[in-house]
């Protein structure tokens, strides 16, 4: 995201204009959006204009339009932002108050104007503008007869393909099916793989699997590249990284981000923070499980008597329509940062934000055991 | 009959019983009560006729006539051993009920109750009044009489009007295509019989299980009395009144009871045409890595002569020209490039053998950590199983396993949440160790211990040291000094024999997991694997595939690569299947009847045991889950309550994490539904494992289906 003007106060009003560039920048311009926002930006609406002759006469017209906002969708799969309200800025072709769609686009700029700029929202928007956090990775998730296709970025995971085919067990004669079978499979994903990933912008391809398919997928990719002259692949044919994970779901991915070889790619971007500090939270849970804990209400215990060292979060949290419920998980993450605790907050695009999100989303890894949480209802 | 066989009876009845409330809870308690199996299995001769019937049958195939209940209420010792005495024997007395119901013959029941009446007057001049229930009931169908009726345990349970009223009600309810009338039409005996097969039914209605055995003691006298007993009712009924029945198991099995009750199967399912043939018996191998389990079923297929000289031969060349030799063996099972290549199995291999008393499938699983899904998907289906263990130093440990579940500890776990029961360790390279007594000691020592920790009994374990690659100890008794001089027991082959033949249920609706669809041109488009659980299959039936809920007809079975004319329950067999699109049949589904169709759900309750996990389980964890041969991501989305080791009671609810060896009601929410049943159901399709970051880390049952999917 590019950020073009910024005029505003801290926990004050203000506004920003900003340039979204990729697909990213819409998960973080739709975090950033809320309820009772107003953006601003170029649109198209068709207006119906009465003839003389009394005839009525459709028509697109390009338009610059304020709108008080009321609701945000995003289409993950699409990575498309749709933004609903009332117009606030008097036209020719719309009155005040009539209701618009706006759907924003990358490329296109907005102003985004809010009466109160919070601390979440000033750091969204500063992991927002800040370039070199990104990961750009993609993954191949397989097992056999089951394969995903992810892209990371920085905050968002995305799945792109998802193949399922059954493959038979080898029973006697029917070992040739097994082969075919796999063969097809293999196939299926290779054309997933040349259809979504694009060497330009993903850094490196990481192939995970259990057992061995992942070394056969890669043989057989490589032998299939060089058959079809592939140019693509064999020119990246060093960007190809093995990993192991335990099943083909996609919850093993976080097993694939924390494997060493990946690890050492993705070090400083924030996929690889989240994971860690997911792992951490888990590796207390196991060791010290009194230092640990989560759900809303176990946490704010735990924040009262000032035990919180790490308090992790999910950005869906924030994104609760009700205003007084986000002031006050902010104010949770802000009084943790002040006494000297660090805080995660993961992106629910990601998988261990996802993780984090089943697990009420909220969780802490504490200073000192609490061992009469367990008492507590959750 | 002999009186072992009756006990052999009345004690898988009262260990399924058992199972049923306790699987997954107490898996180490479990098994210390049960008595030790006191016969070999075998057949049973029908008292009439004295043809010899298989052991799962009820009724004499020839005549028709019943087999012998008097172990139903033969076993006071033995249940007070049990120490359960009130629970189970409601339960036994309930499922004699249940289980002699639907293939009832009308012709040899109708002299006998007049038959019996005289008899019992007899008895009485005789002076047997004191006599105890079942004294009399013995003397009733004492086979010298000629008859071996089990009409008395229905007797007393001849309903009152208001019984019959209520039953006919459910009845109209339940299944409205069966008018009442209709039962009651058809021959007297039969009317009855209709009644007291519904009576289950009413009793749960019923809310009171006081008032339910109050009703029981009436009838009682009433029946009793018609037949001039004099004391006698007294006295059963007192003892009637100790078996009390117990609501709650009433009302676990009330779904079963419905099913029997309407389902109906057809004479072919019952007539046993391979009358003298073998039983099958699915023998699961399972272990650690290279520990050499390939490599002992392709040596005992090879000693067997199911390999032939020249394939043998082939193998042999071929291994040792990629410089692995002594691979040869391994590769009769591991028959894809890619497991020969690296010289491991990954899927489960399927083979078969005859022994003496069995035609045994052996299913080799993967011992590989990263392969026990497939391990999984393919043994449950497993009655017993041979647990193959490296005795040579180092490797042993490594089973083990140090910090982390070793392979031999883990497949050791989930076979017995299989339900598996029997066990043959077979101690593999015992050359390596030159046949020392001592090692094969400490592995037993060691190993032993882990398996009665779960849940194995120490008399169905059965310990052999051998060598497969030596052929030692395999189809004969050892040949080597070393070995023969301190081990006289039998060898790997006699040890299989010497196993309990598996319950099979043939009365029940079908139900075959899908295993497997294999595209074979033998078998045409479309064939499934798998074995059947409950029913019987022939060419021509109609069935249900699930969870796609497609009609198909089977066109042809094949069992061992040889067509046959029809499957029955515990039958491994291919069949193929016509009138459906190969799209629709995916392994993890499930063939059924088509009027009983199987359940669907993607949310689950379940009782787990947590195994040793470091991590614990929390709401919202996710892991994948296994049931039978379906495989789903899920997640943890509430822990209802942790249960007691020992007693199975709620300890405390909704607690914030579960850590290792503890056991809890949880609720999992599936990505994807799959077919399942309740445990008490169906326990083949009520067994659950779940598994996250590559290990196991529960096994448990499903308790209750949650959201059904239309």
Redesign the interface.
């Given at each position: 995201m590019k950020l073009v003007r910024r005029d505003l106060v801290s926990n004050g009003p203000g506004s920003v204009k900003v340039v979204p560039e990729e697909d990213d920048d819409m998960w973080h311009a739709y975090n950033l959006i809320c309820v009772g926002d107003s953006v601003l930006a170029v649109t198209v609406r068709k207006v119906l204009r009465e003839m003389a002759s009394g005839g009525r006469d459709a028509e697109r017209v390009k338009l610059k339009l304020e709108i008080k906002v009321e609701s945000v969708d995003y289409d993950k799969e699409g990575s498309v932002l749709r933004i609903r309200g009332k117009n606030i800025l008097e036209n020719e072709h719309v009155k005040i108050g009539q209701f618009h769609t706006l759907e924003i686009e990358p490329h296109r700029p907005f102003v985004l104007r809010k009466d109160i700029w919070d601390s979440m929202a000033l750091d969204v928007l500063q992991q927002a503008c800040d370039p070199s956090a990104s990961a750009d990775l993609a993954v191949i998730l397989m097992?056999?007869g089951l394969a995903h296709l992810f892209l990371i970025g920085k905050s968002i995971t995305t799945t792109r393909s998802r193949i399922e085919t059954?493959i038979?067990?080898?029973?006697?004669?029917?070992?040739a099916?097994?082969?075919s079978a796999l063969k097809k499979f293999f196939e299926n994903v290779l054309q997933a793989l040349l259809k979504h990933i694009d060497f330009k912008v993903v850094r490196c391809v990481v192939i995970a699997s259990?057992?061995?398919t992942k070394d056969?997928f890669r043989d057989y990719l490589l032998l299939e590249a060089e058959r079809r002259q592939l140019r693509s692949i064999i020119e990246n044919k060093s960007r190809l990284i093995l990993a192991h994970s335990?099943?083909g779901?996609?919850?093993s991915l976080k097993?694939v981000l924390d494997a060493p070889s990946v690890m050492n790619l993705i070090k400083d971007t924030k996929a690889a923070q989240e994971v860690r500090a997911l792992k951490d939270f888990?590796?207390m849970?196991?060791n010290d499980?009194a230092r640990a804990?989560?759900?809303p209400k176990?946490v704010e215990v735990a924040h009262e008597r000032m035990a919180i060292q790490t308090l992790l979060i999910t950005d869906s949290l924030f994104k609760n329509s009700d205003i007084s419920t986000r002031q006050k998980y902010v104010k949770l993450v802000d009084s943790v940062k002040d006494s000297g605790g660090t805080v995660h907050v993961f992106s629910s695009m990601h998988v261990s934000g996802d993780?984090l999100?089943?697990?009420?989303g909220i969780a802490a890894i504490l200073r000192f055991p609490l061992p009469d949480?367990?008492d507590i209802?959750? | 009959m002999t009186r072992d066989v009756l006990r052999k009876l009345n004690y898988e009845l009262d260990y399924d019983i058992y199972v049923e409330y306790d699987d997954g809870n107490d898996i180490e308690g479990r098994l210390v009560l049960l008595d030790k199996p006191t016969s070999k299995p075998g057949l049973w001769h029908c008292s009439i006729c004295t043809n010899e019937n298989d052991q799962s049958l009820l009724s004499c195939d020839t005549c028709g006539v019943f087999r012998d209940s008097t172990a139903i209420f033969d076993n006071d010792s033995g249940e007070k051993a049990n120490g359960k005495s009130n629970n189970s024997r409601a339960s036994v007395m309930a499922r004699s009920l249940f289980a002699l119901s639907p293939h009832w013959l009308p012709k040899p029941a109708i002299i006998p109750d007049i038959f019996l009446a005289k008899e019992a007057a007899k008895s009485h001049e005789k002076g047997c009044i004191e006599a105890r229930f079942s004294d009399l009931h013995k003397i009733f169908t004492s086979p010298q009489r000629n008859h071996s009726i089990n009409i008395a345990p229905f007797q007393f349970d001849t309903p009152s009007p208001d019984d019959i009223v209520s039953a006919g009600k459910s009845a109209a309810r339940n299944f409205p295509k069966v008018p009442l009338g209709s039962t009651k039409a058809s021959s007297n005996i039969i009317g009855k019989k209709e009644i007291v097969n519904l009576l289950p039914d009413n009793e749960i209605s019923n809310s009171s299980s006081a008032s339910s055995s109050k009703d029981n003691h009436i009838d009682v006298r009433e029946s009793s009395n018609s037949r001039d007993h004099g004391d006698a009712p007294q006295i059963i009924a007192d003892d009637l009144h100790r078996l009390k029945l117990d609501k709650k198991s009433n009302n676990n099995k009330s779904k079963k009871a419905h099913r029997n009750v309407q389902y109906k199967p057809e004479k072919w399912m019952l007539s046993d045409q391979e009358e003298g043939t073998l039983s099958q018996l699915n023998l699961a191998v399972v272990g650690h890595v290279d520990s050499g389990k390939s490599t002992l079923c392709g040596r005992i297929l090879q000693l067997l002569g199911r390999i032939s000289k020249k394939q043998m031969h082939k193998y042999e060349k071929e291994a040792k020209e990629k410089g692995k030799g002594s691979f040869a063996y391994s590769w009769a099972m591991d028959e894809s490039a890619e497991e020969r290549e690296r010289g491991i199995t990954m899927t489960v291999a399927v083979a078969y053998f005859d022994s003496k008393i069995f035609r045994v499938v052996l299913l080799d699983s993967p011992g590989h950590k990263d392969f026990v899904p497939n391990m999984i998907s393919g043994a449950t289906q497993a009655d017993a199983a041979i647990l193959v263990v490296d005795a040579s130093v180092g490797s042993f440990e490594a089973g083990m396993g140090g910090h982390n579940v070793g392979q031999t500890k883990e497949h050791a776990q989930l076979i017995r949440s299989f339900g598996v029961e029997q066990i043959i360790v077979a101690v593999n390279k015992m050359d390596l160790v030159d046949f020392s007594k001592e090692r094969f000691d400490f592995i037993k020592l060691q190993l032993g211990h882990f398996l009665r920790s779960c849940g194995f009994k120490e008399s169905s374990v059965v310990w052999i040291p051998l060598s497969a690659m030596e052929n030692q100890n395999l189809v004969a008794t050892a040949s080597d000094v070393r070995l023969s001089s301190w081990y006289q027991g039998c060898c790997l082959l006699d040890a299989i024999d010497s196993l309990k033949p598996p319950h099979r249920d043939v009365s029940k609706p079908l139900i075959l997991p899908i295993c497997d669809v294999v595209a074979s041109h033998s078998l045409g488009q479309v064939a499934v694997c798998g074995k059947l659980e409950f029913g019987a299959l022939r060419a021509s039936s109609k069935v249900l595939v699930m969870p796609s809920g497609d009609i198909a007809t089977v066109r042809t079975i094949e069992r061992d690569y040889c067509s046959c004319s029809i499957a029955k329950a515990g039958d491994n067999v291919a069949v193929s299947l016509q009138g459906i699109d190969g799209g629709h049949v995916m392994p993890g589904g499930v063939l059924c009847h088509p009027d009983f169709p199987v359940t669907v759900a993607s949310s689950l309750e379940l009782k787990v045991l947590v195994l040793d996990v470091v991590t614990p389980i929390l709401v919202g964890s996710q892991v994948e889950i296994h049931i039978h041969h379906a495989k789903e991501a899920a997640r943890v989305t509430k822990i209802l309550s942790l249960l007691d080791q020992k007693t199975g009671k709620v300890s405390r609810n909704a607690p914030r994490i579960l850590t290792a060896r503890q056991s809890a009601i949880i609720v999992v929410a599936l990505d994807g539904a799959v077919c399942v049943e309740e445990f008490s159901v169906c326990r083949a399709l009520g067994r659950a494992f779940l598994r996250a970051s590559g290990s196991t880390i529960a096994v448990g049952i499903v308790t209750r289906v949650l959201e059904l999917e239309s």
């Open positions: 097992q056999e059954s038979p067990r080898k029973h006697g004669p029917a070992i099916g097994y082969e259990p057992g061995f056969q335990t099943s779901y996609k919850h097993e888990f590796s849970l196991s499980a804990c989560y759900g176990h993780q999100a089943q697990l009420t949480l367990e209802e959750m | -």
